[in-house]
């Protein structure tokens, strides 16, 4: 579903991923962990189609087409979505109002037919419902005055809704009390599928209690450095990332 | 003299000729004030951003001798909540057969200002008292000369009129380039409450000038709440200029929407007169193409403890140019004034301007009072996570747009009409997500 191939980028004129090459199958869950500034971030951004990351070399391929060409609002409507690590504000425009807009736009752009008010207010409260969200969060502005707790709920919401082929959660589970991230881990335990594929971000081993993964990666200094089944995720835990830089220096010896 | 002068100054000697003679003084003064000062230009500091070259060359028609028989869209006219008096005017002339006024309740009157010029009353002077004497005012003396109708409005003491009364302008296509003149006075008397819904609309293509100059005098402890809705047709020119004065304890609720119309100036001078009075004006210009809006309040503390609130937003699309001008004037003695300002600006292209100037002037103690001016772009990050999550990127920007200004509708009390002003706001951006069936 996703081949990315000798990824190399760069943001505000420095290299930040750096042969970046990873292959995920349809169906399949993959974490990426690793250390702060290690560009995981960048990683979700990039394929999300944010402005002023250069990609300068390699290639990402997503269901068999170029996805680096494409628009973000074309991404989307492909099926890419990105829960972000630091989810926007966005006062004066209402949430109801811009999920709406947004998923009949991929509708729109899918060649389906978009949802009037009702059907749309009708999965929404559908979804409220299995995630256990207040539905109070339908008549407030995206993401204004939520608590960092709110938002990133608020993220697997949209989520749920728009209901993407290819879904990265860029440390959705950080801040969040225990049952905070079971309703996250529950949200993407619930879309999972055959057709579906996940790439989560984290920086705990907690989470994939929760949603485990197919396959665990590595990421530091702009590269996947290690992958590996679950046993790596609880080895990180374990360990932490100073065996990454002692591996280095054996490496390079 | 330039050729538009020329021909306004000529209408003016037949308008002169055929007024009472209470006024013809009155005109021929404006008039003669007009032919020396001529259009404002770059020199006269408040229209240092509006420059009206472009009329200099014009000739247009004073008046439109088809006006009676222009057929304009009423649908046009409906507005929540708005089915009570209703005077409008085509190209500047007065409709009879498309206003109604109805049964008022007494100590209302209401109607075209022109029926009261004739035995000059008191009320039809007072709409040309001011001399409108400031450098930069010469539009609002050659109306002084040419105007012979507009709205007359009296509210007796403590009368409290509850239906809005809606006042509508349309611009229809005259074959020709046409100039029109009105003048209205609002004075509402102590205790009195009014509300007034005033509408600017017109088709593309009508080539015109409208020239609008008011008084508003609002007594002890009156209440006027005012909605402007301004949807000129893009090839009109729109000049208005409101004077109002506000007696101790009244207040001023005003909010504007200001879409339409090529070239539009709007003078607002407000006087706190009365101790206590308090003013709330609210606005959002949101331009596109080349349009150009001059947007200019005075606000003028004049007794203790008067309160003003001005906030004022404006979008510039494309090459359109919105402009701020905004004072506020705490004079001497008007002690624990509250006076707040703000002009908040989104510049929505390379190619768009934004002028903006408040200025602050306090004579007087223990005042408290704020203003400030922004001028911004639309947030990318707020762009990029609109888009992410599919919103193509014209959409995601006309939202954000419309997010920046909306809050400015919040001052109408009424819900139905505060969504119909937000739905026409949604409509003049680009590809704005409609609410749908
Ligand atoms: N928009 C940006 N502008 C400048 N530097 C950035 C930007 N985004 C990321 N970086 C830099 O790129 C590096 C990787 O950041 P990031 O991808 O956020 O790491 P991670 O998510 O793994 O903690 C960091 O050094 C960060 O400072
Ligand atoms: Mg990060």
Redesign the interface.
């Known amino acids: 579903m996703l081949k990315i191939d000798n990824l190399h980028v760069r943001v505000a004129g420095r290299e930040i991923l750096k042969g970046l090459s990873l292959e995920v199958a349809a169906g399949e869950v993959h974490a990426i962990m690793g250390p702060n500034g290690a560009g995981k971030s960048t990683l979700g951004n990039v394929l ?4 002023g990351y250069e990609v300068t070399a390699g290639s990402v391929t997503y269901q068999g087409q170029d996805l680096l060409t494409l ?3 074309a ?3 492909a099926g890419v ?2 829960a ?1 690590q630091y ?2 504000e ?4 209402n949430n109801t ?10 509708r729109k ?1 899918r060649g389906e037919a ?1 949802l ?2 009702m059907q749309f207010l009708k999965l929404v409260r559908e979804k409220l419902r299995v995630l256990h969200v207040s539905d109070e969060l339908l008549h407030r ?2 993401n204004e005055g939520f608590s960092g707790g709110e938002k990133k709920r608020n993220e697997i919401f ?1 989520m749920a809704v ?1 209901e993407p082929k290819l879904a990265i959660l860029d440390e959705t589970d950080s801040g969040l009390d225990i049952d905070a991230l079971k309703l996250v881990a529950e949200g993407v335990n619930r879309l999972r599928d055959p057709a579906r594929a996940f790439v989560v971000i984290t920086h705990y081993q907690r989470l994939l209690d929760y949603i485990v993964p197919d396959r665990v990666h590595v990421l530091a200094e702009g590269r996947i450095v290690q992958s590996g089944d679950r046993d790596l995720a609880l080895k990180l835990e374990q360990q932490g990332y100073a065996w990454l830089a002692e591996r280095k220096l054996a490496g390079a010896a | 003299m330039n050729a538009f002068v020329r021909t306004l100054l000529d209408a003016a000697a037949d308008v002169e000729r055929g007024s009472p003679q209470w006024l013809a003084e009155t005109r021929r003064a404006a008039r003669e004030d007009f032919a020396r000062r001529g259009l404002p230009g770059p020199r006269d500091e408040p229209w240092k951003y509006t420059n009206l070259r472009a009329l200099e060359s014009r000739v247009p028609r004073v008046g439109d001798p088809d006006a009676a028989t222009r057929v304009v869209d009423v649908a046009g006219f409906e507005l929540p909540g708005c089915h009570g008096p209703r005077l409008v005017f085509v190209n500047g002339v007065f409709r009879a057969d498309l206003s109604q006024v109805g049964a008022l309740p007494a100590g209302v009157e209401l109607g075209p200002l022109a029926g009261l010029l004739a035995d000059g009353r008191d009320s039809a002077r007072a709409v040309f008292a001011p001399e409108h004497a400031e450098p930069g005012a010469a539009l609002a003396r050659l109306n002084a000369a040419l105007a012979t109708d507009g709205v007359s409005l009296d509210v007796a003491a403590g009368v409290v009129l509850e239906a809005p009364i809606h006042l509508v302008f349309a611009g229809a296509d005259a074959g020709a380039d046409i100039a029109w003149h009105l003048r209205h006075g609002i004075r509402l008397g102590a205790g009195a409450e009014a509300t007034i819904v005033e509408q600017h609309l017109g088709a593309a293509g009508a080539v015109q000038i409208g020239n609008l100059v008011e008084q508003v005098a609002l007594g002890a402890g009156a209440r006027l709440r005012h909605v402007r809705i301004q949807e000129a047709g893009v090839d009109a020119t729109l000049v208005s200029r409101t004077d109002l004065v506000l007696g101790a304890g009244a207040s001023f609720d005003a909010v504007a929407l200001e879409l339409g119309a090529g070239l539009s100036r709007r003078d607002v001078r407000l006087r706190l007169d009365g101790e206590g009075a308090r003013a709330d004006l609210r606005g959002a210009a949101v331009l596109r193409g080349r349009q150009h809006m001059d947007a200019q309040f005075e606000l003028r503390h004049a007794s203790p403890g008067a309160t003003s609130e001005v906030r004022w937003r404006g979008i510039a699309d494309q090459r359109a140019r919105a402009v701020f001008g905004g004072t506020i004037v705490v004079e001497e003695g008007a002690d624990r004034s509250d006076a707040q300002l703000s002009n908040k600006n989104l510049l929505l292209s390379p190619h768009a301007e934004i002028d903006t100037r408040p200025v602050l002037e306090i004579h007087a103690d223990e005042v408290k009072a704020a203003h400030g001016a922004t001028v911004g772009r639309l947030d990318e990050r707020s762009l990029f996570y609109l888009r992410s999550r599919g919103v193509p990127e014209s959409a995601a920007r006309s939202m954000l747009t419309f997010a920046f200004c909306s809050d400015i509708l919040d001052g109408i009390a009424f819900e139905p009409l505060r969504a119909d002003l937000g739905q026409r706001l949604a409509r003049h951006l680009p590809r704005m997500p409609g609410d749908g069936a």
């Open positions: 999300a189609g944010r402005e628009a973000p609002e991404r989307a409507a979505f990105l972000f989810p926007v966005i006062p004066g425009v109002y811009f999920l709406r807009a947004a998923l009949n736009a991929q752009a978009e009037d008010s502005a995206v949209q728009l």
